[in-house]
Nanobody, 115 residues
Framework: QVQLLESGGGLVQAGGSLRLSCAAS????????MGWYRQAPGKEREMVAT???????NYADSVKDRFTISRDNAKNTPNLQMNSLKPEDTAVYYC?????????WGQGTQVTVSS
């Protein structure tokens, strides 16, 4: 089973930036979509951004114009550039890759934004 590992999280002040990356332990073929999700304490996991096979992207309204998802073509994994971070962006961020077999999830990386 391929495993995903997120990196790039940390503590940042409001207004700062972070870049999240996702690494896969093996190859995932015929990928349909890649994405980033997050879960804040006491809340359900929510979609942050996704990128499809045709490179179309989708963002949560709360992160539009601040976050940018991209695909690392060499690794076939998603990245997430997060700018103008706000305290409400504090959450565990998860990488997800989907293909015909199902969904692959990482274990998450903590992002904490201080005010």
């Amino acid at each position: 089973q391929v495993q995903l590992l997120e990196s790039g999280g940390g503590l940042v002040q409001a207004g700062g930036s972070l870049r999240l990356s996702c690494a896969a332990s093996g190859s995932i073929f015929s990928i349909d979509t890649m994405g980033w999700y997050r879960q804040a304490p006491g809340k359900e996991r929510e979609m942050v951004a996704t990128i499809s096979r045709d490179s179309s992207t989708n963002y949560a309204d709360s992160v539009k114009d601040r976050f940018t998802i991209s695909r690392d073509n060499a690794k076939n994994t998603p990245n997430l550039q997060m700018n103008s971070l706000k305290p409400e962006d504090t959450a565990v961020y998860y990488c997800k890759i989907s293909n015909w077999r199902g969904n692959y999830w990482g274990q998450g990386t903590q992002v904490t934004v201080s005010s």
